[in-house]
């Protein structure tokens, strides 16, 4: 079987794709027919484009598939047919995870939790927040994702700042602090700390890079919060990588818990 590019380069194939990416719904075999002749694309050719998944067969006759779309949007890029701003937009509703901005309005903690756990890719988990205060199964949760991580990566880290320890009045908080401390993470303090941020940055095996800040500490309470998660935006999360680092310099290793 040849190669996708090889089979969306020939003759034809781009029209073909293009004309029925603009349809947007089931072609019965008679139009494919037709189109295939306007367009002089062979039996072959066409076979070619479904064997690669471009197409898919429905009892009604056949549609482009996601994969077809994305090639199509692609292709249109690559001939200057349409703007690359544009056909970004396109694919993003095509595929939801190349979306760069996502709003979070509830269970921020669980859902960066549950985030690493679903996904343990990375090498490098940034927290920063002034209070922290876990339960047990987000514990757990954490110290899965760093086993299943540490099996990829000898060099992880999982870098935490919060306030000095003497802020904190709650027993269950500084137990937290302690169990992520024997898991590993490395912990700091700062004073003036407010900013919440948490990071995810994946390794040289790849992985979803992405970074979550809002209004929640890291403490899962069923407050009213809100937070915006950044991903495929590698240049703002160069800088929160960036802006972690300079709070980290600026603070003080937290010794004992």
């Known amino acids: 079987m040849p190669l996708m590019s090889e089979t969306v380069g020939r003759r034809g194939a781009y029209s073909l794709l293009n004309k029925i990416y603009a349809k947007s719904d089931i072609v019965n075999p008679i139009e494919i027919l037709s189109l295939m002749e306007e367009i002089g694309v062979s039996d072959e050719l066409f076979s070619e484009l479904a064997k690669s998944g471009l197409f898919i067969e429905s009892p009604d006759g ?149 970074a979550i800040f809002g209004s929640e500490n890291l403490t899962g309470r069923k407050n009213i919060e809100l937070a915006i998660k950044i991903q495929n935006d590698n240049e703002i999360l160069r800088k929160l990588n960036l802006y972690f680092h300079e709070i980290w310099q600026e603070s003080q290793i937290l010794m004992e818990v």
């Open 62 to 210: 056949f549609y482009i598939s996601s994969l077809g779309k994305k090639v199509t949007l692609l292709l249109r890029a690559i001939n200057d047919e349409e703007e690359i701003s544009e056909v970004f937009q396109q694919l993003t509703y095509i595929y939801p995870s190349l979306r760069p901005y996502e709003l979070i309005t509830e269970n921020i903690t669980d859902y960066f939790i549950d985030s690493l756990y679903t996904r343990p890719d990375f090498i490098r988990v940034y927290i920063c927040s002034p209070w922290i205060r876990l339960d047990e199964n987000h514990i757990e949760k954490i110290k899965n994702a760093i086993f299943t991580a540490s099996k990829r990566y000898t060099n992880l880290q999982v870098l935490i700042i919060t306030l000095p320890l003497e802020r904190y009045r709650d027993k269950k908080a500084t137990e937290t602090l302690k169990a992520l401390k024997q898991i590993g993470a490395e912990i700091v303090s700062n004073s003036r700390l407010h900013a919440k941020l948490y990071i995810s940055e994946p390794g040289p095996a790849g992985g979803n890079h992405y």
